[in-house]
């Protein structure tokens, strides 16, 4: 990917959830130099700004039992026609978050352009809630169920009516937090999930070895990383919303990062959740940044 140029979007968006600080985590990670660190890595860098919404009213809709729909839907179609150009000039996107709801929008950009898209999906979280299952509301549990076509029909229509990506495409690294609901989605669909009992027996290179292997078994036509920052153990990543102990070490994230790197995989890129607010000196932003580096081609020597 070298000599390509990176679009990076901003999306200052914490309608998703209930914890406010989210939206400032687009400012913390250009701030930990994310296209600085980007640009030594001879990539052409473009940022392309912030998309920004109103203020969250933190209110639940009546009959649909979701927080904050309207605004996230406005944020998401807006996010989706960013990417969907981004991707048509033949920029590489990565955005940066805010909640995690904004991948519905980030999927329904790419999913323009791919047939195929394959998707790993780093996160504490499966994000496979629906409005029938959801314990709270928070449609940042959901954007991989609305991209499969599964929730509210505002929200799986945004750019297309059709599903966004394909069950058998999908690969969750790093669950270990797993509402009810989704654990009976997971099993119906058969979507493969590696959760950290995988990662402790198995080893993470071994984990990563088997999931680009099954990527490129599926023929994918691009590879999508959506990481949430909680993925990892809050030792490393304080700075996030929805912390979950026993997590993916920083040497772990950044082996799963190399490798993605090695296997020339990744098409497009999002890194979420990262909030200030309950960060530590930045620490978050930096930990985002510095897995950045490695998916792009950071090494050591």
Excluded at 94 to 110: C, F, Q, R
Excluded at 134 to 148: D, E, F, K, Q, Y
Excluded at 172 to 195: F, H, P, V
Aim: a negative charge.
């Amino acid at each position: 990917m070298q000599g390509k140029t990176i679009s990076i979007i901003g999306v200052p968006c914490d309608y998703g959830q209930q914890r406010r600080g989210v939206d400032m985590g687009p400012s913390a990670l250009r701030y930990a130099g994310v296209q600085e660190r980007l640009q030594a890595l001879n990539f052409n860098v473009v940022d392309e700004g912030d998309i920004r919404g109103g203020t969250a009213q933190q209110e639940l809709t009546d009959q649909e039992k979701l927080l904050n729909l309207e605004e996230v839907i406005k944020i998401n179609k807006e996010l989706a026609l960013k990417v969907d150009a981004v991707v048509a000039h033949q920029h590489i996107p990565l955005v940066l978050g805010g909640d995690h709801s904004i991948a519905i929008g980030t999927l329904a950009g790419l999913s323009v352009h791919y047939s195929n898209l394959g998707v790993i999906w780093f996160d504490a979280h499966a994000d496979l809630n629906t409005p029938d299952t959801t314990p709270s509301g928070n449609i940042h549990g959901m954007p991989l169920a609305v991209s499969l076509g599964l929730g509210h029909e505002r929200l799986t229509s945004i750019r297309t009516n059709l599903p966004k990506i394909k069950k058998e495409n999908i690969i969750i690294i790093g669950g270990r937090s797993i509402d009810e609901g989704e654990s009976a989605l997971i099993q119906q669909l058969n979507i493969k999930i590696y959760t950290m009992h995988e990662i402790d027996r198995l080893g993470m290179a071994h984990v990563m070895a088997e999931a680009i292997h099954y990527l490129k078994q599926q023929q994918v036509d691009g590879v999508h990383l959506s990481l949430d920052l909680d993925a990892l153990d809050p030792l490393y990543t304080p700075g996030v919303g929805t912390p979950v102990p026993g997590g993916i070490t920083y040497r772990e994230s950044h082996l799963a990062m190399e490798m993605l790197q090695e296997a020339k995989l990744i098409t497009s890129a999002e890194f979420v959740e990262v909030n200030p607010i309950l960060d530590e000196r930045n620490k978050t932003a930096d930990v985002a940044v510095a897995l950045i580096g490695s998916l792009f081609g950071e090494t050591l020597v």
